[in-house]
Structure formats: structure tokens, C-alpha cells
């Protein structure tokens, strides 16, 4: 059974790798360069040991094993979710055949790039967040982002297994690549903008965790219909992993608005900057940000090469089975709002097929509502007016129908000047990233935390707050 998974080899891995010499040797020489990458790329902070899931078992009940790790001796590994051997094609013109075990010829070089963007994501993340570690919050935050890091590292793992398995040479240098590109690297920068920029401080941390990790979610769901099994099978255990990540960005922003909710009342003020806290305005701003550069993730609203994967079963929609509707979309239609150059909306009815990306977008929407209700909902419960809320999707858009306009919070189309002036109202300035960063202290004893930030209502796998998550 592939359940379980065997840590006596060098790279642990739940696909008999041991049973493939050459692809054992390929991957055994990669791993020294992943370290390499590891040392120098990932976390800036040294520790001695940091409480740590690790994967023991694919399987629903169980999966994981906490304890101290030595973060470099941390077993980065191969794991596949379980393989159904009945397991058929769920949309596209593929419909109905079983499930691909090899890579078809004809669509290895779009499948082979898929795959080659979901893995670039990865540690394009790690090295984003490589400073934050001097700066955490508490022990447990310290430890929450070792997680996600070295999550991430192994996600980047999942995917070098699918290169150097299914796609020969080209698919080795692709794995090279993942480790030579570099986030913000003037050179050779990460594929997609997003993962380019810095995450600077912890209350970006959190909204990258929100925002940005739960595009990867909607990213890996839909991998996980492709006809390609390998491929589903890893984005399936991958998103189970995920769910961590999130977890950290929704209690992490609850926390944020918890304590400024706290000191909003204390001090009976909006203001609670100079009480070393997060204005509330700060936070919308950070939403703001955080939220538009992750739709960009989505890509354009009308997708030929969405289209195209869809059809040959490359990649299908978020939660495909679950949808009512023939799983082909040669005769749907949908509708598609644009700006206007003489700032008015209009609305185009497009073939659905055509819009692959706007449906996967809107899925990821109604998801990130849910988080600012959490949050409007502690407001609440403070007796405190002031809501959070969701710029409008054509709101600071680099990418799509909408990049080229200016369009305000609300989704109204402004011209160039006050589109200027509205700009330091509505995106965190180079002056709250400068205030934000004065807040970041680090709080290495146990069981205390910065003032900016609530602590959690709970630890890690049953152990209380003030744990030594972290030694130091
Ligand atoms: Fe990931
Ligand atoms: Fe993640």
C-alpha cells in the first residue's frame, strides 16, 4: 500500500523509490542542492529544535507526528495521496477515460509547465519570509512560520518528484531551475509577481497566509482533478498541508483585530499607533494589498489556455465533480463585467469555457469572505462600528481587464489624478510600512507576546500557549 510511507531511505517517500534506481540517483543528487538552497535561501534565525509536524502516513486519521526537530534535519520528502485504481477523468474531452499514469505525449510540454509554476510558488515563499523569524511575535508564531516553511519546502519536493519522474531531462533542468530562480532576484526572478515581493512584517505574514496561500489552495484544486494521477494524487496531500497555512493567516488576522479591537476600548480611541497597536484603517489597508496582488494569481479573466487544459484535462475547475453541467462547457455561457474608457461598466456574455479563470477567481472570493466576517464579527462582539471589507475585484489589478484603470475600493472608474490622490488612503504608504515595522519586536520567552497582537486561543496539537515551542 502507498499509505505508508518509508523514512528508512535517504529521501522518506510513500512511492517505492526504492524500487527505481536511476530516479532514487536523480533525486539523491538534487537533495544536496536543496540544502544548499535551504542554508542559504531559508530562515534567517538559527534554533535548536522547533516543535514540528512531519508526515507519517497519507491517510485520513493520524497523518502527522509533532516534535522537536533540528529545522535542517527535518525530513523533506515524497508523498502521494493514495491511488484509486478506478479513478476516471472527470471533465474535458477525456471524460470518462481512466486516469492517466504516464504523461501523454501530446500535452507533456503544458503539463510539464504547470507544474513547473505550482513549484516555483513554493519556495518562492520560504524565501520571502526568510527574515521574519527575527521578529516573531511569540515562540508559537516562531514555530507556526518554521511549519509553513518547511511545508513549503516539501511542496517544492512534490513537484521536483513529478519533473525528474515523468519528464526526463528537460523535467531535471526545470528542478535546477526551481532552486536558481530567487524571489525579488533582479535577474532571475520568481515566475509570478506576487511571490516576488518581500514579506516584510508579520501582519503581512498573516495576509499572505490568507490571502496568497489560499490562492495555492485554489490552484492545487484544481491540479488535483487533472487527468494526470500523479499529479492529483500530490496536489491532494499538498492541500491537506495547506489548511495549516491558512489556519495561520485566519486566527493570525483575528488576533491582530482582536488586540486593536482591545486597545480601541481601552484608550477610547481609532488611534492606537502611539499605544503600540494596529489602526484599523492600517489593517484595511494591508487587505487591500495583500488580497488584489493575490487575484492577479488568477490570471486574465478570459483564458485561451485555461480553455485549452480544461478541454485535454489538464486542469479542471474547484470542487469539478461537485458541478452540475455536462464537465465539457462547449455550449455555456457566462457573463464578464469591464471597465469602460468612459468609466461605466458593461457586461459581455463569453462562452464559459472561455471565463475558466473568472470561475476559479470567484470561488476564491466567496472563500475570503469568510474571513472578513470572522473579523467584522469581533469588531462586533467590541461594540466597535468600523468593518472591514473586500476592495472590489478591479481594484489595483496588474493583470486582467482591469489593469490599465483606475478603479477605487468601491468599483467606481477614476481618473489618473484621483486615482493619485486616493491611493495613500487605500494601500499601505512607505510610512505604515515604516510604523508596522517599528512594532516588530521579537518576543522569544515563553508564554509572552508583542503588544500588538492577541495571543491564540489555543496552542499546537493540544499543548497550551506558553509551550517552549522553540528552543533557542
Ligand atoms: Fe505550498
Ligand atoms: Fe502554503
Redo the contacts with the bound molecule.
Keep these: 500500500m502507498p499509505e505508508k510511507i518509508d523514512y528508512d531511505s535517504k529521501i522518506p517517500n510513500n512511492v517505492s523509490l526504492a524500487d527505481d534506481r536511476r530516479l532514487q540517483r536523480a533525486l539523491e543528487g538534487w537533495q544536496p542542492k536543496f540544502m544548499n538552497w535551504w542554508a542559504e535561501m531559508g530562515p534567517t534565525l538559527e534554533t535548536h529544535g522547533v516543535y514540528l509536524r512531519t508526515a507519517v502516513s497519507v491517510g485520513r486519521d493520524g497523518w502527522a507526528h509533532f516534535d522537536h526537530v533540528n529545522v535542517p534535519d527535518y525530513r523533506w520528502g515524497i508523498f502521494l495521496a493514495e491511488r484509486d485504481p478506478d479513478r476516471t477523468i472527470a471533465f474535458g474531452e477525456h471524460k470518462g477515460e481512466p486516469a492517466w499514469q504516464q504523461v501523454p505525449g501530446e500535452y507533456r510540454a503544458d503539463l510539464q509547465r504547470l507544474i513547473v509554476i505550482q513549484g516555483d510558488t513554493?519556495p518562492a515563499?520560504v524565501e520571502q519570509q526568510k527574515l521574519l523569524g527575527l521578529s516573531a511575535p511569540s515562540l508559537y508564531d516562531l514555530r507556526n512560520l518554521f511549519q509553513?516553511n518547511v511545508?513549503?519546502g516539501r511542496?517544492l519536493w512534490a513537484m521536483v518528484y513529478l519533473l525528474h519522474a515523468y519528464f526526463g531531462r528537460e523535467g531535471r533542468e526545470e528542478a535546477e531551475g526551481l532552486l536558481h530562480r530567487n524571489s525579488g532576484s533582479p535577474d532571475t526572478p520568481r515566475i509570478l509577481g506576487a511571490f516576488n515581493e518581500e514579506t516584510a512584517d508579520w501582519l503581512a505574514f498573516y495576509m499572505f497566509?490568507y490571502f496568497t496561500?489560499r490562492d495555492?489552495k485554489y490552484q492545487l484544486g484544481t491540479l488535483k482533478e487533472s487527468a494526470f494521477d500523479p499529479l492529483s494524487r500530490t496536489c491532494e496531500f499538498m492541500l491537506k498541508?495547506?489548511a495549516h497555512?491558512?489556519f495561520v493567516g485566519t486566527t493570525g488576522v483575528d488576533r491582530v483585530v482582536q488586540r486593536s479591537a482591545e486597545l480601541i476600548r481601552e484608550h477610547d480611541t481609532m488611534d492606537i499607533a502611539a499605544h503600540g497597536g494596529i489602526p484599523l484603517d492600517l489593517i484595511q489597508k494591508y487587505i487591500n494589498f495583500h488580497y488584489t496582488v493575490s487575484l492577479d494569481l488568477f490570471g486574465s479573466e478570459t483564458s485561451t489556455n485555461a480553455a485549452n487544459y480544461y478541454t485535454a484535462g489538464l486542469k479542471g475547475r474547484w470542487m469539478e465533480p461537485r458541478r452540475k453541467d455536462d464537465h465539457q462547457l462547449t455550449d455555456d455561457s457566462a457573463e464578464l463585467r469591464r471597465p469602460r474608457e468612459d468609466g461605466t461598466w458593461e457586461t459581455d456574455e463569453l462562452q464559459k469555457i472561455l471565463l475558466l479563470n473568472l470561475d476559479l477567481r470567484g470561488e476564491y472570493i466567496a472563500d475570503c469572505q469568510t474571513g472578513v466576517k470572522r473579523w467584522n464579527r469581533i469588531l462586533e462582539d467590541a461594540g466597535i462600528s468600523f468593518r472591514l471589507a473586500l476592495p472590489h475585484p478591479g481594484f489595483n489589478r496588474q493583470v486582467g481587464i482591469n489593469s490599465g484603470h483606475h478603479i477605487t475600493p468601491d468599483g467606481t472608474i477614476v481618473d489618473e489624478q484621483t486615482w493619485q490622490d486616493g491611493q495613500k488612503h487605500w494601500l499601505p504608504s512607505s510610512e505604515d510600512f515604516a510604523f508596522v515595522r517599528s512594532l516588530m519586536h521579537p518576543v522569544y520567552e515563553r508564554g509572552k507576546i508583542a503588544s500588538w497582537v492577541a495571543p491564540p486561543r489555543q496552542g499546537i496539537n493540544g499543548k497550551p500557549f506558553d509551550y517552549e515551542y522553540v528552543y533557542l
Design positions: 513554493e515563499s509553513v511545508e513549503e511542496h497566509t496561500d495555492g498541508e495547506e497555512h491558512m
